[in-house]
């Protein structure tokens, strides 16, 4: 039986070039501005700032004729929703709630894909770079994405307990800065892993036999 085909996987510097712009409009500027809001406006003030920035960045993609993704299309409909309930309850609370349920739910689909044999850690991973079906197949890539999968749900249960723990014991403020560097943490721990992993498993996967 013949290796399977070839492939390059980017190096860690292109993917961390290609995630850091990414990382900073989805993760640490709504944050800040969120913060920056709700010190000088008030909650309300805050809010719109949130759902302000979302569609801004909707709004420079259409002025820049670049294409707006349609994950930031349900991100702009998701916080706009969020942000009218907080409003008419009052709660900062309930603005962050529905999230950390989401990323509960991630964490319960990357378990749930384990025992089912069809590990959600290889969809990810086919969707960030194209994987021949040959390697895909392989014994040892499939014991690795059941185990990077079960990473994952760690990962995203560890975020939930510490968001649902921040949330409710202190307050928005510590929430926000506290919760930021835990999550950016942990993940960025489990992308470490998983890369290293990942060019672990094809180096051996790929070898051209003596």
Sequence with gaps: MGTPHRFEIPRLTALLRHALPRVVEGMIAPVVLFYAGLVVLGLNGALVTAVAWVYGGILVRVLRRRPVPGTLLLAALGVTARAALAAVTGSAV????????????????????????????????????????????????RRFFLRISLLWSLTFTLNTAVSLWLLFSQSIGTYLWVRT?????LGATAVLISVWGFQRCVSRVTAVPA
């Design 94 to 141: 309930v603005y962050f709630l529905q999230p950390t349920l989401g990323t509960m739910l991630v964490a319960v689909s990357f378990l749930a894909s384990v025992p089912l044999g069809r590990p959600l850690a290889a969809k990810v991973a086919t969707d960030l770079v194209p994987l021949p079906e040959a390697f895909l197949a392989h014994a040892r890539v």
């Design 181 to 185: 560097a835990a999550v950016a943490l």
